[in-house]
Each structure stands twice: as C-alpha cells, then as structure tokens.
C-alpha cells in the first residue's frame, strides 16, 4: 500500500465511523415514535398510489423517457417488457423507485433525473401496467370455464397445479402473471406472439424420424425441445437431418361462443399461486 | 567486498528478470499505435484502422478445434460487460462503468483495480486507450481520467462537458489515442444534448479543440435544421473513431437527429447527424463529411465503425473508408474526400430506400416516416447493424458484419422539448411475427456482395450486440445471440470451433500473445474469458 492509497484508505475508515455512527443514532430516533409509526416508515409507500391523475401524469413521462427502449405500453422493444414483468411486479413502491432513480448498472437502464413527485407519478403508471388478470372483475362462470377447459383437451398441453401436458407453458399463475388483454388475446389469437421458449419447431432426425414441438432453447449448435407427446430431446445439430421454425404456435385458435369464451377467462382469470406475491402486497 | 562468480552469475540473472519484467509492463509509444506489435492488441479495435485484424497466426483453421479456455475473470456488479479488453506487453485492461481492472493477460490474476467514485450514474463503458505509461478511460459522467499504466494510480481527471448547464451528458466509448492527443465524444444524444468530438492534452488532459456536430445558429450547415436549436439536437458521438496518420484526419461518426422518430420540427437533412466527419487532429476543422441518412427519422446512429482500407478498388489503389450502417447499406468512400464509390444493401429486410444514389443520397421509399398510429419499416430500430465491430482480412478481401434481419412497428409524436426527459419521438414497437434474425455475412469489399453467410438462431435478437474479429490464421471470430463464442474459416464460412459463455454477448472479440501463446478474449456478461490452444 502506498502513501497515497494509505491516506485514502484513512479517509474512508472515517467516513465509515462516521457513517455507522450516525447509524447508531438512529435507532434511538426510531425508538421515540410510537410502536405503528414506526413500522409504517419502514417502507416509504407511493403517495400517489392507485391515482388516476398521476397515473395519467406518469404516462407523460413514460412517453418523455422509457417508451424508446420499453414500448408505449412497456411491451418491450429494444428493453425488455415490463407490463407483464414478475420481476418488476415483485418489487415494492420503494425499490422500484430507486431502480428508477439509480438506473441499473452495467445496462442501458440510465438513471433518472425526474423530481420525486414525478417520479412517484411514474412509479402509478408503471404499477397500472400491471394489473393481472386475477385483480379485474371478470364476469362469467368459472366453473363452466373450468368444465371447457377439460373437454377442450387444453390440459392436454397446458399444466395446471401439478395435471396436464407438457408442451405448451404452465397456466398455474397465469392470472396472476397475465393482464386480461393478453389473457383474450392469447386464447382468440393464439399465434399473434407466442411466449419465449415456446416456438415452434418441426425436426427430422438422421435416423428419420419426424418430431413437431417446441424449443425451449435454441442456438446453432444445439436445440432443447419438448415434443407434442411432452417428451424433453436434447439434440446436436450434427444430430438432425432437417430442422425448421414454424410459424405460429401449437395451440390452435379455439371456436368459442362468446359465452364459452368469457366463461373461459374467468376460469383462468382465477388461476393464481400464493398470495405472498409482491404484487399482492402492494395492492 | 569480493564475490563469488556463482554469486555473481546469480545477480546478473536476477538483473535479467527484473529487467524482462519491467519491458512486460513498459510504454506503449505512439509508433507501437500506428503498426502495433502483433503481440498486442493497443487500441479498442486493434490499431487505428477499426480492420480489428490480428496478425497472429498460432492460432489456424486447422487447429482451432483445440482452443480451450485458459482463465474467465469475473468483474464484480457487472451485467453486460461491453468493453473490449486491450493488451499491451502482457498486461490486459478491461472495463466495466467507472472502474478499470487490470489483468495479468496469462494468468487473468488482477494487478489493480481503480474505480472513479464521483459519478453515481452507471452507464456502460467500451474501454480504454494507452499511450506512453498512461491509461485512458472516461467517466458515465463524462470525465477523461488518466491513470498510471503500472499502478493504476490517477494521473489527473479532466471533466469535459458541462454537465451542471446539461445533465444529460453522458459517456460511454473507448477514448482514441494518437501522437499526444487523447480523443473522446458523448453519449446522451436521445435526450436532448449537441454532440461534439473533443481533443485532449495526453500529458495534462488540457482540452485542445472541441467539434460540433450539430452547428450552432449561422454556421455553415445550420440551415439543414429549420431553426431547431442545436442545443438539444443530438449527433452524439458514441463510439471510438478511426485516424489516417499521412492524412492527419480523424474519422468520427455521428448519431441520430434528436426528437428521433419525429421529423416535423427539424426539415432539412439535419447535419452533421448519422454522418462520418473528417475533422484535422490538430485544429478539429471539419475537412469534408458524408452523410449516410440525411433527415433520419428512425434513429439510425452511424455509430458504426469507419473502417479504414488502403487496397485496389476500382482499378486503381485507393484510400477508403468503409462502412456497413444501421440503416442496411454497406458503403466504400475515398476518404481523401468523402465521395462514395459503393453503396449497396446487405440486409434483404430494407424497405425505407430503394437504393443508394450515385452522389451517396439514399433514394428515398415515400411515406416511410412514423406515425402516431405505427409504420412497420425495415430495417428495425436495432438496425441492420449497430455498434459491434466488423472487421476485415486484407488477404480474403472479405468485410465481416454481424446483420439484423428485422422490421420494426415505428410509432411517433410530437413532443416539445422538456428538461426533464429525454428527447425522443416515442416508441418502437416489436412485430410479434418477425422474431429478427443475425446473420454473420461476408461481404466481397470490391462489389458489397455476400461471399458467405452465416445463418444464427439464438433467442435474443433484441438483446444481443455481438461482434467479430478477423485473423492472420484465416479465421473470423464472432460471438452470436445464443451466448456463443465461435470460429469460422475466414474463406469459406465454415464454423469450426465454439464455446459457451452462459452469458448474452455485447461486446467484440480480440487475440494477443504472451510468450509463445497465442489468446482469444472476448467479455461476455460478467467475466472476461481468454482462449488458448490446449497443449498437446
């Protein structure tokens, strides 16, 4: 260690007495409020929380600074999606705050340099995005629903709570981690976008035979898919003869009455897991 | 005192080491930039060309299947490590925002560790430049530091933009050292900055001359603007230039015009954004410019590299600047003045142009603009390629680019200027049917013309910036969207050799030689991996 870094490394041992010093003191203000208080002040919650001009209000600067990377509507374009985001859902008020405030290093997530009641007002319009399913009043008869779920054959490909397929994703938290509108849309228009680790994909192996499922992942050396039978393959390349991405999903559009069809979203609509998710503190 | 021979034979080995060790970590002069020694890999894309071509040949198509790696270093509270690493004399240094991490380039062990605490932001970082026994490096808030290449001591720290008059000053790139000058430019051109290239004292970090790229009210070019203050413009210069020592010239690229999807209150071509400008390094004077998308309303940055060729073209021996851009053209210009003498498509998926015109104009497709309701228009806002480098093999003539074969739903409105947010023209937003696909293409540099291509079906199209290097063992090195790094027969295209990172790759690769051994490095999310062949 050099003199220099020596001096530095002085500097912040102080700073570091200081800093947990002044640690010390503030259980001791803590401990003059009351009991409630201070169990509320652990956590700073949004003012403007659920508010419809400030959900407004964040919109605008949605638009002004996150719609670039993130979609008008946090579908995602060059950043990630956020309206359907667990990770976003997960946090609270607090920590999304200071996500937003601070950015997130080491990506092109910059910090904000928006004033707190700004900020808040972002922090209701991001929280809006993310009204699941399971929070709207969705009219029907789940049990209905649940009934067409089962004649469908759905179960057939889709899990739930531990039965049914394999191949396509697990519907145990879909209300829960889905809005309605994707919800609909994804019942009505099943290959209007199909959900990450769920392409198609038609392969022929050498020894020539054909397998149609879905890859779960993909690169050029190596491909894991689940096949329509719900059976896992772990192929090289050099393994297949033919390999093909097909359009579209492996669900097929269902011809549903507007009953059955409403019936059906309030079936899944209900299909949540714990209620310990964030999302569920936070309402 | 008398003593021994042994004793003596002894102390003049260990005056041997010490000296060797010492010329390990000794100076990078300005003439190692200009014909680096092939051992070394001294500036972000290898030498001051940008053909980020190694002349290392240990490594060959008929050996690389024996390419193991040798060390992986983890750079703590990274995410997406976008830095190339530079090597000089066995020293590797690597970036990540903020902080420097110098390397034992064999062993991947950390000599020293410096980090830059005034900045609370945390942008990316590309990495550093050398000269003489300084390392360069600049701040997510727009600082050029110099520390001392043996200790990582600081040197001095020189803040250049004025971030107090505009926050929104950032940056981002590998500053570029040439004879006693440090170049650098700025990021924060989406939310309403004026970019500007800067020139700096290597010794003192004085600030020598500064570039506009966007004129300010009555300079020459201000009138491509419609009075659209230049003070929130954009024409960030985000990436690393390249320099022409026998012209004297530096190569800067430009991005977009700000807000950038809407158009309507900034009429005319908009310059100097989305251009290369050639600006004199020693008084910064413009010398001529070429802009690739005049008036840009898709926020095609011309970040990409200008690359630097001296070869036949044409019938004739010239010196070019070649660029593959965002906006799905491959360029070749003389860059004694700026004239194209190729522009042609090298992506299938390009809608907004039919062509590029013989004085270098794209020839327009009509009503390809955004509107409030979305335009699908191709190439997507990734464009046909981005920032990774390209590179070039003089003895292929082929120009290797990492292609986007995507369209995008461009969404835009108009949006007045606000301080507090960035300045863009709203969204993009991805077509749920064109999932995009990379391509690693070949292109013939004489007719823009694909040779070879490499088809990449990786998951992450959005997500992934991967680029490539070209060596003298007739290899391209690439990294792709499946996290991937991998080799290919630099003639014919054949992959021969990968290996997976486990991370989404960002960042370019490069190759140097300690000893007798030969390295490939590459950072990959969070650590830097470095190659070598397994011994037989």
Known sequence: ?283 | MRTSRPFRRGMMALFIVLLASVCLSGQVSYQDLLQPPAANWPTYSGDLTARRFSLLQQITTQNVGRLAARWVYHVNDSKRLSATPLVANGVMYMTDANQVHALDARTGRRIWYFEYSGSKERSGNRGVALLGDKVFVVSSDAHLIALHARTGDLLWDQPYADRKENPKYSATLAPLAIDGKVIVGVSGGDCGIRGYVNAHDAETGRELWRFYTIPGAGEPGSETWGGHPADFSGGATWMTGTYDPQQNLLFWTTGNPGPDFYGGNRPGDNLYSDSVVALDADTGKLRWHFQFTPHDTHDWDAQEFPVLIDADFQGKPRRLLVQANRNGFFYVLDRTDGRMLLGKAFVDKLTWAKGVLPDGRPDLVPNMDPTPEGREVCPGVVGATNWFSPSYHPGSGLFYVMSLEQCDLYKSSARPFNKEDCYDGTSVERLPTDPGQFFLRALDLQTGERKWEIPLEGPDTYLAWPGTMATAGDLVFFGDDAGYLAAADARSGKVLWRFYTGHLITASPMTYQVGDTQYVALAAGTNVFSFALFPR
């Open chain 1, 1 to 283: 260690m050099n003199s220099r870094k020596q001096a530095q490394w002085h500097r912040s041992t102080m700073v570091l007495l200081l800093i947990s010093g002044f640690l010390f003191l503030v259980p001791s203000i803590s401990a003059a409020t009351p009991e409630g208080e201070r169990e509320k002040s652990a956590e700073v919650k949004n003012p403007y929380a659920h508010d419809k001009e400030a959900i407004e209000a964040g919109e605008q600067h949605f638009q002004g600074g996150c719609a670039f990377c993130h979609g008008t509507r946090g579908e995602g374009g060059r950043g990630p999606f956020l309206s359907e985001s667990n990770r976003v859902r997960g946090l609270s008020d607090e920590n999304l705050f200071n996500l937003l405030r601070h950015g997130i290093p080491g990506t092109p997530m910059p910090p904000s340099s928006l004033d707190d009641t700004r900020m808040w007002q972002l922090v209701s319009f991001l929280r809006s995005l993310h009204f699941s399913a399971s929070q709207e009043d969705v009219p029907g008869d789940a049990g209905s629903g649940h009934a067409l779920f089962s004649r469908a054959g759905c179960f057939g490909c889709h899990m739930l709570k531990g039965r049914g397929g394999l191949v396509e994703p697990d519907l145990s938290d879909i209300g829960g981690s889905r809005s309605l509108e994707k919800l609909r849309e994804a019942v009505a228009k099943p290959s209007a976008s199909v959900v990450p680790g769920f392409r198609k994909i038609l392969v022929q192996t050498r020894g020539g035979s054909q397998l149609l499922g879905v890859a779960r992942n993909h690169s050029n050396y190596s491909i894991q898919m689940i096949d329509l039978k719900g059976e896992l393959h772990l192929f090289l390349r050099e393994e297949l003869a033919k390999l093909s991405y097909e359009p579209g999903s492996i669900m097929p559009t269902a011809d549903l009455s507007q009953d059955e069809f409403q019936n059906l979203m309030a079936f899944l609509s209900r299909q949540v897991l714990s209620s310990e998710k964030g999302e569920e503190k936070n309402r």
